[in-house]
């Protein structure tokens, strides 16, 4: 199936730094907590907002994401130097086996991620780290007028990453949105 571009409005939102109320860059990093030799991806990168984040503080970071004219947005801003940006499908990803020490999902999990986690394992190593902030069902937060399934239960996301393969070694509700940390047993 063919992928409608972004129009202007929607890719607008996604380099809008207000995004940051949902996960700043200092809790993503907090959250990850890489190390300065760490390889990272950003799965699901989308325009590169909090791609741009991680770039300070891990080794090398990929921006990946299944829309090459996102890649394109964000090559349209200053990419660091550290990042490159991978167009993939999450359920295929370009990467040995064992290569990431971690990665980051950054509300876009609700777009079929799921089935991409058993491709994911593959990819980070044994006690790497995954991070997914995502639109929380009970969160009191505004709804914004997204699509009802784009609300997911954090319990439902734990047992996901469970049934994957990872530990899980934080999780938390949030006002609009979630967070769930695993490490790959």
């Known amino acids: 199936m063919p992928i409608t571009p972004y129009d202007q409005e929607r890719i607008s939102k996604l380099t809008d730094p207000s995004a940051f109320r949902y996960c700043s860059g200092e809790e993503l990093r907090r959250?990850?907590?890489?190390?300065?030799?760490?390889?990272?991806?950003?799965?699901?990168?989308?325009?590169?907002?909090?791609?741009?984040?991680?770039?300070?503080?891990?080794?090398?970071?990929?921006?990946?994401?299944?829309r090459r004219d996102?890649?394109?947005?964000?090559?349209?801003?200053?990419?660091?130097?550290?990042?490159?940006?991978?167009?993939?499908?999450?359920?295929?990803?370009?990467?040995?086996?064992?290569?990431?020490?971690?990665?980051?999902?950054?509300?876009?999990?609700?777009?079929?991620?799921?089935?991409?986690?058993?491709?994911?394992?593959?990819?980070?190593?044994p006690g790497g780290r995954l991070v997914i902030v995502d639109w929380s069902a009970t969160g009191a937060g505004e709804r914004d007028g997204r699509d009802e399934e784009?609300?997911?239960?954090?319990?439902?996301?734990?047992?996901h990453l469970l049934e994957a393969g990872f530990h899980i070694v934080e999780a938390q509700e949030r006002r609009e949105t979630f967070v769930v940390i695993g490490t790959l047993r």
């Open 31 to 66: 959250f990850l907590a890489p190390r300065p030799d760490w390889r990272v991806a950003d799965f699901g990168s989308g325009a590169g907002l909090f791609t741009t984040e991680l770039a300070p503080v891990a080794d090398t970071v990929f921006a990946v994401d299944v």
């Open 70 to 125: 996102l890649h394109t947005v964000y090559r349209e801003h200053e990419i660091p130097a550290n990042v490159t940006p991978v167009t993939a499908d999450f359920a295929n990803l370009p990467f040995p086996d064992n290569h990431l020490d971690g990665g980051v999902s950054i509300r876009t999990y609700h777009h079929g991620f799921e089935s991409a986690l058993d491709e994911i394992a593959r990819v980070v190593r």
């Open 150 to 159: 784009e609300y997911l239960n954090l319990a439902t996301v734990q047992l």
